[in-house]
């Protein structure tokens, strides 16, 4: 067995155990959005989710450039994510005119930050469709026939386990866990900014930070971001930097 099939069969574990009494939602997205780029040939990643409302949130990015990107998607109503998530298919174009013929805006600015393809994968279970993961690469041209394959494996266990994890696949038990999700997120940005501010590292090393943090002491992402938050958590955390750089684009 290769590498690439031991972390593809270890990510398939990861993103099927979700019933322990210490999941945690956003470090469970991370995972699928940063074995996305792992096994993929991709160069970024991002996850939106819907709330109980429907509307769609960023939740999990695996750099801030993508973050950035699914942001301008939601504020200018334009983009692959939005448009798989609405269809509950795959979405994707060949090129990047038919990108600009479909999403003018978000081509520019997706460019601006170094990306020259993007493609978006439901999160779905049967006919409900709760978000879409989206795909960048510096590259253009969309995934492989393959590669978008195991994609949309990634994304359906993960749907899966997020709707095991209460055990019943009801929009009312989802819409709540992801509206929990959602409040975590807000916290995860708000810690990411205080640490930011005071260690002056970039945003996707201050994540990488608080993630090992947390890790390394068997403790709940979500505990240590609220203790970054009250001021109470470990001032070990500042003298430990990140492991890996994380991947700069190109300023536009």
Not at 216 to 230: C, E, P, T, Y
Request: charged share 25%.
């Amino acid at each position: 067995m290769t590498s690439r099939e031991q972390l593809l069969a270890s990510t398939f574990v990861d993103l099927a155990d979700t019933l322990v009494a210490d999941f945690d939602v956003i470090d469970f997205l991370h995972t699928l959005a940063a074995r996305s780029v792992q096994l993929l040939d991709a160069d970024a990643a991002g996850i939106m989710l819907a709330d109980q409302h429907g509307g769609l949130h960023v939740m999990a990015s695996s750099a801030e450039e993508a973050r950035l990107l699914e942001l301008y998607e939601l504020q200018n109503n334009e983009g692959p994510c939005l448009d798989c998530f609405r269809s509950g298919r795959p979405v994707a174009r060949d090129d990047l005119p038919a990108m600009r013929a479909s999403w003018p805006a978000f081509t520019q600015r997706l460019q601006q930050l170094g990306y020259h393809s993007a493609q978006a994968l439901p999160m779905r279970l049967r006919n409900e469709t709760i978000g879409a993961l989206n795909l960048f690469r510096t590259e253009p041209g969309p995934l492989s026939e393959a590669d978008r394959g195991i994609g949309q494996a990634m994304a359906d266990v993960a749907t899966v386990g997020l709707i095991q994890e209460r055990a019943i696949a009801t929009r009312e038990l989802l819409a709540t866990q992801l509206q929990t999700a959602l409040n975590s997120r807000i916290q995860l940005e708000q810690a990411k900014g205080m640490l930011a501010q005071r260690t002056g590292l970039q945003m996707n090393q201050v994540f990488e930070l608080m993630r090992d943090y947390a890790r390394g002491r068997n403790r709940r992402l979500s505990d240590v971001v609220a203790q970054i938050i009250d001021g109470s958590f470990d001032g070990e955390l500042l003298e430990k930097g990140p492991r890996t750089r994380p991947r700069t684009s190109p300023q536009p």
